[in-house]
């Protein structure tokens, strides 16, 4: 199942969607949560403590690569959840794809 969910800023979108993964997790559903925001915030939604929280992985520049054929992944959905993923409560697994710590030029 895919779900968007779109918004005006500070309308609930993180905390929505942290909550349908966490409910689906409980029914027994195996969910992956990737929090694509620049500025990343779904952990705390999830439960992840917050000592964690500081230092989260974030998914490595060369997930993808170019190819004659397009762009391919480097790695397994399972390579990359062992290796950069994060637990949350109730047992969802959280990818967190970029954490800035300062503003850089475009
Ligand atoms: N149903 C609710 N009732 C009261 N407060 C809420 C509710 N849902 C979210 N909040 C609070 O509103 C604030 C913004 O929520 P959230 O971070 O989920 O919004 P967002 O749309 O993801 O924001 P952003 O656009 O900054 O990513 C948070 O402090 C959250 O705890
Ligand atoms: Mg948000």
Known sequence: ???AIVGKGG???TSISGTMARLLARRG???IAVDGD???NMALTLGVPAERIDDLPTLPTDLVERTPEGPRFTRTLEEVCASHSVEG???VTLLVMAN???AGTG
Request: charged share 35%.
């Open 1 to 3: 199942m895919n779900v």
């Open 11 to 13: 309308s609930g979108k």
């Open 29 to 31: 559903q195996r969910v």
């Open 38 to 40: 620049p500025n990343p």
């Open 89 to 91: 409560k109730d047992g």
């Open 100 to 102: 800035p710590k300062k």
